[in-house]
T-cell receptor
Framework: KQEVTQIPAALSVPEGENLVLNCSFTDSAIYNLQWFRQDPGKGLTSLLLIQSSQREQTSGRLNASLDKSSGRSTLYIAASQPGDSATYLCAVPDSNYQLIWGAGTKLIIKP | SQTIHQWPATLVQPVGSPLSLECTVEGTSNPNLYWYRQAAGRGLQLLFYSVGIGQISSEVPQNLSASRPQDRQFILSSKKLLLSDSGFYLC?????????????FGPGTRLTVL
């Protein structure tokens, strides 16, 4: 059974720093991996989707990498800003195409 | 463009009362529809998903039920709420049959059962 883990659970850094969020999964036979952002009390917004055949995806200051063999993905945020403060979740679909979710990393960027 | 709506945004209900949360999607046809619950500090738990009108799959046994009376309408219900039903409920949709696409989420409903 697929399990998704995100470390750390929370992270607080000063504005301007580059940072890395981690996501690991137990079953490497995935179709894709997705990163989402959730602001407090809000729904989720898709940030990046990496297909199983891809190694990374980039969107602006965000870069997500995927290493299927080791069961890991990282979300790299460059030059962090206070507006990046949110909870970041990763998810992978199971064999029935239902998403299996990590518990998220709560990120706080201090001005 | 596609949009997804949920209401109400917040709800406070007494234990034992009924529940009805509604989700509607605009701008697409035949979407897959999902209901999730998110407890504080935890990941999303899939409650129900639907691939078509009247077709509902339940992921976990619970005090809740779901219905899809129309193509783009998904309703989450309960006859008698429990304290443990409190949480943040999210509705989502994805294109039918596209296993590698993302899911698009509504704004959520915060339910507090007292």
């Amino acid at each position: 059974k697929q399990e998704v883990t995100q470390i750390p659970a929370a992270l607080s850094v000063p504005e301007g720093e580059n940072l890395v969020l981690n996501c690991s999964f137990t079953d490497s036979a995935i179709y894709n991996l997705q990163w989402f952002r959730q602001d407090p009390g809000k729904g989720l917004t898709s940030l990046l989707l990496i297909q199983s055949s891809q190694r990374e995806q980039t969107s602006g200051r965000l870069n997500a990498s995927l290493d299927k063999s080791s069961g890991r993905s990282t979300l790299y945020i460059a030059a962090s800003q206070p507006g990046d403060s949110a909870t970041y979740l990763c998810a992978v679909p199971d064999s029935n195409y239902q998403l299996i979710w990590g518990a998220g990393t709560k990120l706080i960027i201090k001005p | 463009s596609q949009t997804i709506h949920q209401w109400p945004a917040t709800l406070v209900q007494p234990v034992g009362s009924p529940l009805s949360l509604e989700c509607t999607v605009e701008g697409t046809s035949n979407p897959n529809l999902y209901w999730y619950r998110q407890a504080a500090g935890r990941g999303l738990q899939l409650l129900f998903y639907s691939v078509g009108i009247g077709q509902i799959s339940s992921e976990v046994p619970q005090n809740l039920s779901a219905s899809r009376p129309q193509d783009r309408q998904f309703i989450l219900s309960s006859k008698k709420l429990l304290l443990s039903d409190s949480g943040f409920y999210l509705c989502a949709w994805s294109p039918l049959g596209v296993s590698t696409d993302t899911q698009y989420f509504g704004p959520g409903t915060r339910l507090t059962v007292l």
